[in-house]
């Protein structure tokens, strides 16, 4: 069974940083593209940062220069390190893995992020 | 980044068929697969079609899917009660460096 397993998130003042973790289970990780989409109170789905099988990266404007993703595939971990925090990255952080081989997606539970003073 | 459209509510009374839609562009519906989410209160989205119109294991055939151009639609039929959920559609768009584009979401609510 394929588990997805965020961690990391709490209260962080603005222009903290912080780092996500996501470990993932019952996958052969290194097929597997993963990204982070976040969710704040009330919101939409809103995609932030992936990372790809060969590392390749891709990020949502607003996310770029301040966030970098990263991927250890010993580890079976995908992480997302944020800095330069504002209210506005205030929001729940779902990892989702895609496998690139059968095309199924799985979502984790989340990790609650909030940025305020 | 892009948008993706879709209508903020639906509603449906049990045994009813509803569809929800998804209106993209040429970057994003027009050139790439077309996957919808499924979330219920107070838990994450869950994989409900990938790749246009496929169902994963555990999925019911009460949902299917379709894509045409740069739009794509979601079919519930046999409305039931759990059914009342939040949809999502998202697909890659290949402009700007390349990114995954979510539609605003659809409220469905069984009357």
């Known amino acids: 069974e394929v588990q997805l397993v965020e961690s990391g998130g709490g209260l962080v003042q603005p222009e903290g940083s912080l780092r996500l973790s996501c470990a993932a289970s019952?996958?052969?990780?290194?097929?597997?593209?993963m990204h982070w989409v976040r969710q704040a109170t009330g919101k939409g789905l809103e995609w932030v940062s992936r990372?790809?099988?060969?590392?390749?990266?891709n990020y949502l404007d607003s996310a770029r220069g301040r966030f970098t993703i990263s991927r250890d595939n010993g580890k079976n971990h995908v992480y997302l390190q944020m800095n330069s925090l504002t209210a506005g990255d205030t929001a729940v952080y779902y990892c989702?893995?895609?496998?690139?081989?059968?095309?199924?997606?799985?979502w984790g539970q989340g990790t609650l992020v909030t940025v305020s003073s | 980044q892009s948008v993706m459209t879709q209508p903020p509510s639906a509603s449906g009374t049990p045994g009813q068929r509803v569809t929800i839609s998804c209106s993209g562009s040429?970057?994003?519906?027009?050139?790439?697969?077309v996957t919808w989410f499924q979330q219920l209160p107070g838990a994450a989205p869950k994989l409900l079609i990938y790749?246009?119109?496929q169902r994963p294991s555990g999925v019911t055939d009460r949902f299917s899917a379709s894509k045409s151009g740069t739009s794509a639609s979601l079919a519930i039929s046999g409305l039931q009660s759990e059914d009342e959920a939040y949809y999502y559609c998202?697909?890659?768009?290949?402009?700007?460096?390349?990114?995954?584009?979510f539609g605003g979401g659809t409220h469905l609510t069984v009357l």
């Open positions: 989702v893995g895609f496998d690139t081989l059968s095309a199924l997606l799985y």
């Open positions: 019952g996958v052969i990780f290194s097929n597997y593209d």
């Open positions: 990372i790809g099988v060969a590392g390749d990266t």
């Open positions: 040429s970057s994003n519906i027009g050139s790439n697969v």
């Open positions: 790749e246009n119109n």
């Open positions: 998202a697909a890659w768009d290949n402009s700007l460096n390349g990114f995954w584009v």
